[in-house]
């Protein structure tokens, strides 16, 4: 065979020609110019001449469609190849792409004839990646050229962890794109990650470091060592006068591994306390306390290719295509493939139906709340219709418990003719879903925060981690219990000791031989006891027991629960210390406020929901001077204890020292191989991408009686809908990054969703302003009529501040962690004219803060 | 801070060990649990709680959790070894 002839090499140029005729001639003006497919070939060929001239019908005056905010689709350079409508398909998996037409007049068509925009796409950018020529090209490269440089780094939206390319040009990012030899997305993105980084530059950034002495005063610029002096001078006058405890702070998810690690040091070394928590509090801390009393750790079990060997696939109060949406097209592919999907979710999720090829074989639409009953009922199923693992169950579990709960779940409560009656789902239903589990093959479990934010939480988590064990699936590919982590670096957060109760790879602080360690490492004392959760700082705010806060990149007057409750607590502090990249809602009560950076300015590691740590790397330097770790360490200086790292990764030798889970680890070795999935010691020197094969970590599986206790929140004549809340795709948690990108064109405001019975009951018409009253509090968002919802259930996001959703969230939490109860919330929901009066005060107070924010006394630079 | 949220989330703790059909090990159990996750003072203030009003409110679980284990509740025994 050959493939280099003089007959080929004219028919390759015929070819060609014929491509270029109808092809503009603009190659020097061309955003592609240089990176062109289609200019590589020409020149390959040795064109030379196009013998038909340009003047017979062409493409050349087809319009642009600019309707996508990121990129353009400029058809007159499209040669038909269809790359972009294979990536559509089989990467991302939505079909968004189709080629129109027939011969001459074939065309990439988004939809049906739509504008990109106007269609499914869901603006992943795979097909803008595929691209060969300028057909589909990002605007940032037309507004900036081509980068000339690429540094591989870690995104900092979700727990999928994508590892991308961001190509630079001096200082400027000019696009992100996803590293095809990225371990946790190989290659795939979403509208996130690929495209909305313009946060990280907007103006919006505060660069400077503030001060005030009362919220109700203009803000201040001042120098860091002023700003970091004030701050450890206030931290120690209020310990001084009212105890060592009545000081804290919280870590960020969305900071690394060392600057989270550095945080829970300066607290439990130099604050001398363990009054240090994390925003898992409020989303994954369920996960942690279920899966560390079943299974022995806190982690899911599973790497994201495990999908690729489930035959069962199980979602459970997640929505992987808003929330994980890179792991979602791996899950989509598996499901095309054959693999059967069971989704356990109030809400009809996309994943429900998204044809072509994916229909859950089992939606359990149950009551909002009612988790833990379903899951006990579908664990009685198992027990009693046999089709238990039993070898698996006693080989590998404790017996005695395994007894224990068998009989527990074996009561005719949990028959699903009884659960029925309480979370709505019809008995045959349940029979059905969990034979399928029991049966199916490998069956895998993905959750997400629709089993967390319960006054359960933690029930549900132990609840699937049984009925997974009861059925064997656990220590194998295709199988596993795994947590869809909401931030970049929640699981990297927890790991490192973020929690008021534990020292870095989740051991108590009681534990005195690991105190020990810390001890000689630090050289202080520590603190035997647990300290205050988030929740619990608030509470003893208000009762004068806590007086100072440090909080590092989050922002719970927006993301926490019962807003007003935050509010006077944040209020009856004596210092309150932002370090944010924004004036976000927190630091509207601030008296400080530090300028963080974002993920692009420094150093350090990510940790995503698999367990893989990835490396983060300097793009270019902190806007505002210093990377987060550093004003961590400035401020234990200047309070008397001493910390001094040259670069993050001598803080990551330190927590493999300290941590067992993670002695292999080092910077050095993640340049190596990429990426490592923790435990990584002498056992793993490469990482463990499945966990408790063989065993569980804790020895033997510990099967956990599991309760049905019906939360306090129900409804009444009063309140007789139950609000229930989720994300979307192109906005991110409280959006303070995505509503300052150009995401917002798909997202510009929270609406209410509701089924039609429950509108035309209350004559509330599609697009009308409804008031949304529950016992804690009332706003005003948009209605949708919407059949994704039952009768009796609301639906809403949370990524909008003024829509104020956690102003109507109740203080109700889970039992084991003080997760709040987000998922549960009975409103009413009535037709008005106006804003709600929190919603007035807010705009009102937020109009003030910024005023307060533009009078401010600035100084150079 | 205020006990009355202190009681209700004690009782949200005691709902999961009332699992447990030996009342002296769902007391064990939720005993560890105040221990290991409750900041002293929280548990300091359910223990005056108990001694100055009686603990009303509390499940049965909870009041024996502290009347069995209160030493270790209050922290004046070493919480391990």
């Known amino acids: 065979m050959r493939t280099q002839t003089p007959r080929l090499a004219d028919l390759r140029r015929g070819i060609m020609e014929l491509y270029i005729s109808d092809h503009p001639l603009d190659c020097l003006t061309c955003p592609a110019n240089g990176h062109c497919e289609l200019q590589d070939m020409a020149g390959a060929v040795g064109l030379r001449e196009v013998r038909y001239g340009y003047d017979g019908a062409n493409h050349l005056e087809v319009p642009k469609d600019e309707s996508n905010p990121y990129f353009t689709f400029d058809p007159s350079k499209c040669i038909v190849c269809s790359r972009c409508v294979r990536a559509c398909a089989e990467v991302q998996g939505t079909f968004a792409l189709t080629i129109d037409g027939r011969g001459f007049a074939s065309k990439v068509s988004p939809g049906q004839r739509e504008s990109f925009m106007d269609s499914e796409c869901v603006s992943c950018g795979a097909c803008v990646q595929a691209c060969p020529t300028a057909t589909l090209m990002e605007n940032s490269v037309y507004q900036m050229g081509q980068p000339d440089r690429a540094v591989v780094t870690t995104c900092a939206y979700c727990g999928v962890g994508c590892s991308f390319k961001a190509e630079v040009k001096g200082d400027q990012v000019v696009r992100m794109v996803p590293n095809k030899d990225g371990h946790a997305n190989h290659g795939h993105s979403c509208v996130k990650g690929r495209f909305a980084f313009g946060y990280t530059t907007h103006p919006d950034r505060i660069l400077k470091p503030m001060l005030r002495k009362s919220i109700d005063e203009p803000w201040k610029e001042v120098s860091w060592n002023d700003a970091i002096g004030y701050v450890a001078g206030e931290f120690k006058r209020i310990q001084a006068g009212h105890g060592s405890d009545s000081i804290g702070a919280i870590t960020s998810s969305r900071c690394t591994n060392e600057e989270t690690f550095l945080v829970q040091k300066l607290v439990r070394a130099a604050f001398g306390n363990n009054n240090v928590d994390t925003c898992a509090r409020v989303c994954h801390s369920p996960t942690g306390y279920g899966l560390k009393t079943t299974l022995g750790t806190s982690a899911g079990t599973q790497a994201f290719d495990s999908v690729e060997k489930a035959g069962v696939i199980v979602v459970i109060g997640a929505s992987p295509t808003d929330g994980h949406p890179v792991f979602a097209s791996r899950m989509k592919r598996r499901l095309r493939e054959g693999a059967k999907l069971i989704v356990v979710d109030p809400r009809a999720i996309d994943l429900v139906r998204t044809p072509p090829g994916i229909e859950a074989a089992c939606h359990l639409q149950l009551q909002p709340g009612t988790n833990v009953a379903l899951i006990n009922s579908l664990a009685h199923v198992v027990v009693t219709e046999g089709l238990a693992n039993e070898a698996f169950a006693l080989e590998r579990c404790e017996p005695a418990d395994y007894q224990k709960w068998k009989a527990f779940v074996s009561q005719q409560t949990y028959a699903p003719e009884q659960v029925e009656q309480v979370t709505g789902v019809p008995a045959a239903q349940i029979r059905q879903a969990a034979r399928l589990y029991a049966t199916g093959g490998n069956a895998a479990i993905y959750y997400g925060l629709g089993v967390t934010e319960h006054s359960q939480g933690s029930t549900m988590v132990i609840g699937m981690a049984n009925l997974a064990m009861v059925t064997g699936n656990l220590g194998r590919e295709g199988v596993g219990v795994n947590p869809l982590r909401g931030q970049n670096n929640v699981q990297g957060a927890c790991d490192m000791g973020s929690f008021p109760h534990e020292l870095s790879g989740y051991r108590h602080i009681s534990d005195a031989g690991v105190r020990g360690l810390f001890e000689k490492e630090w050289n202080v004392t520590l603190n035997p006891e647990p300290g205050l959760r988030i929740p619990n700082m608030f509470d003893a705010a208000l009762d004068g027991s806590f007086k100072a806060i440090y909080i590092q990149g989050e922002d719970f007057a927006q993301s926490d629960p019962n807003t007003q409750h935050v509010e006077s607590a944040l209020r009856a502090m004596e210092c309150v210390v932002v370090q944010d990249l924004f004036l976000n809602e927190t630091a509207k009560f601030a008296h400080v406020f530090l300028p963080g950076s974002t993920f692009l300015e420094k150093d350090g590691t990510f940790t995503n929901a698999e367990r893989r740590i990835q490396r983060v790397r300097k793009v270019m330097p902190p806007m505002a001077g210093l990377a987060d770790w550093e004003i961590t360490m400035a401020i234990a200086n200047a309070m008397g204890y001493s910390m001094h790292y040259d670069h993050p990764s001598e803080i990551m030798d330190e927590i493999a020292r300290l941590t067992p889970t993670l002695r292999g680890v080092s910077f050095e070795k993640l340049d190596r191989l990429g990426s490592i999935q923790w435990p990584c010691n002498d056992n793993a020197p490469e990482g463990t991408p499945t966990m408790h094969v063989g065993q569980f970590v804790r020895g033997k599986g510990k099967f956990t009686m599991t309760e049905y206790v019906a939360t306090e929140e129900r409804t009444s004549r009063k309140y007789p809908l139950i609000l229930t809340t989720g994300r979307i795709l192109s906005q991110y948690n409280v959006g303070a990054q995505t509503r300052r990108t150009g995401n917002v064109a798909w997202h510009q405001e929270d609406v209410l969703e509701i089924h039609a019975h429950d509108a035309e009951q209350r004559g509330i018409a599609d697009d009308a302003k409804v008031s949304v009253a529950s016992r804690a509090g009332n706003v005003v968002l948009t209605a949708r009529i919407s059949d994704r919802i039952q009768p009796g259930v609301v639906y809403t996001t949370f990524h909008h501040p003024v829509s104020g959703t956690n102003v109507i969230t109740t203080d109700n939490s889970d039992w084991a962690t003080n997760c709040p109860e987000y998922k549960v919330t009975a409103v009413e929901v009535s037709p008005v004219a106006r804003h709600s009066e929190w919603q007035r005060q807010h705009r009102d107070f937020t109009a003030r803060q910024q005023a307060l924010l533009k009078e401010r006394e600035t100084i150079e630079a | ?81």
């Open chain 2, 1 to 81: 801070m205020d006990v009355q949220r202190l009681v209700k989330m004690a009782n949200d703790i005691a709902s999961f060990f009332e699992a447990e059909p030996d009342t002296s090990k769902g007391a064990r159990g939720a005993a560890d649990h105040l221990k290991n996750f409750w900041d002293p003072r929280m548990r300091r203030q359910l223990l005056s709680y108990l001694d100055e009003q009686g603990g009303a409110g509390l499940k049965s679980i909870v009041l024996e959790a502290l009347r069995q284990h209160r030493l270790e509740i209050a922290g004046q025994q070493p919480p391990d070894r």
